[in-house]
Nanobody
Framework: QAQLVESGGGAVQAGGSLRLSCAASGRTFSSYAMGWFRQASGKEREFVAAISGSGRRTYYADSVKGRFTISRDNAKNTVYLQMNSLNPEDTAVYYC????????????????WGQGTQVTVSS
């Protein structure tokens, strides 16, 4: 069973950057696709980005394409989300998630979730 712990959230002004990290337990990290989702207050959880187990395939929501970059280091059991050019609409709790095998873009495709980290972008 995988355990996921996010870090790196915080408060930043519009135009700024943050790098989120998600550390995973277990010895089969490279077998899991990893995803980032976010949930703003009063809204449903939405897909942000995902990456295959090997790291060769990445997927992004249109709203973050060109601004966010997902990457992973399988030697460190860690997935990252580099967020640039942040705007207030990016304010949300960000969650990382793990899926065995395939790379889902829907929350119900993921097997394990972290506890979330808050990102707040002020104008």
């Amino acid at each position: 069973q995988a355990q996921l712990v996010e870090s790196g959230g915080g408060a930043v002004q519009a135009g700024g950057s943050l790098r989120l990290s998600c550390a995973a337990s277990g010895r089969t990290f490279s077998s899991y696709a990893m995803g980032w989702f976010r949930q703003a207050s009063g809204k449903e959880r939405e897909f942000v980005a995902a990456i295959s187990g090997s790291g060769r395939r990445t997927y992004y929501a249109d709203s973050v394409k060109g601004r966010f970059t997902i990457s992973r280091d399988n030697a460190k059991n860690t997935v990252y989300l580099q967020m640039n050019s942040l705007n207030p609409e990016d304010t949300a709790v960000y969650y990382c998630a793990a899926a065995w095998g395939a790379v889902p873009t829907q929350p119900n495709g993921y097997d394990y979730w972290g506890q979330g980290t808050q990102v707040t972008v002020s104008s």
